[in-house]
């Protein structure tokens, strides 16, 4: 099972920027689809982002387009998330996951998904 270990979360003021990365361990990084998903107090977890196996596709939810680039270095077996002009509500939990899966319009983790321990990302009005 492949491990995951997010960073480059933190606090920022709205209109900010961050760059979120997610290293992952073992040789078969490449061969896994990768997402970042948040999650906010009292809130589910939803989908942020999704991209395939060598980057060439990425998927966004509304919440996000525009904003947030997806990518990812598999030389490095790391998947990265930046995040431009940051609202309030974009406070939550990060979390990147491997192999998700389209589900209608967003993807969704599945039952083979390994899961980071999180980073915080705090964005202050």
């Known amino acids: 099972q492949v491990q995951l270990v997010e960073s480059g979360g933190g606090l920022v003021q709205a209109g900010g920027s961050l760059r979120l990365s997610c290293a992952a361990s073992g040789r078969t990084f490449s061969s896994h689809r990768m997402a970042w998903f948040r999650q906010a107090p009292g809130k589910e977890r939803d989908f942020v982002a999704g991209?395939?196996?060598?980057?060439?596709?990425?998927y966004y939810a509304d919440s996000v387009k525009g904003r947030f680039t997806i990518s990812r270095d598999n030389a490095k077996n790391t998947v990265y998330l930046q995040m431009n002009s940051l609202k309030p509500e974009d406070t939550a939990v990060y979390y990147c996951a491997t192999d998700p899966r389209p589900y209608d319009d967003r993807w969704v983790s599945s039952p083979s998904s390994s899961w980071g321990q999180g980073t915080q990302v705090t964005v202050s009005s």
């Open positions: 991209i395939s196996y060598r980057g060439g596709s990425t």
